[in-house]
């Protein structure tokens, strides 16, 4: 079994960066994609980042490119996200998510990013943006 825990959010003012790390425990060499996600109150989880653990190519969603990276140390450990440039609407519960490697191949692309694809995922943790 896989367990996923998120670090490093917090309150920050607007134009201001964090960076979320995630721990994974358990064997990632049986995990295919790892993501990184965000929900805000009354509003539906959206799909940020992901990589693959065999690319090192990310994809982003268009909310965040060019504010938002993913990077990981090796293929084994979880993708960090490094936020810059926070605006007030980045506000949400962010969460790590992976996917095992018994799913079917995920083109690169929109998928990656798609929630109901991903079956670990961590409790998340606030990023919460002042004006």
């Known amino acids: 079994q896989v367990q996923l825990v998120e670090s490093g959010g917090g309150s920050v003012q607007a134009g201001g960066s964090l960076t979320l790390t995630c721990v994974i425990s358990?064997?990632?060499?049986?995990?295919?994609?790892m993501g990184w996600f965000r929900q805000a109150p009354g509003k539906e989880r959206e799909g940020l980042a992901a990589m693959s653990a065999t690319s090192v190519t990310p994809y982003y969603a268009d909310s965040v490119k060019g504010r938002f990276a993913v990077a990981r140390d090796n293929p084994k450990t979880a993708p960090f996200l490094r936020m810059n440039s926070l605006k007030p609407e980045d506000t949400a519960v962010y969460y790590c998510?992976?996917?095992?490697?018994?799913?079917?191949?995920?083109?690169?692309?929109?998928?990656?990013?798609?929630?109901?694809?991903?079956?670990?995922w961590g409790q998340g943790t606030q990023v919460t943006v002042s004006s």
């Open positions: 998510a992976a996917v095992p490697r018994t799913t079917v191949f995920l083109p690169y692309g929109e998928q990656w990013l798609d929630p109901h694809e991903y079956n670990y």
């Open positions: 358990g064997d990632t060499s049986t995990l295919s994609y």
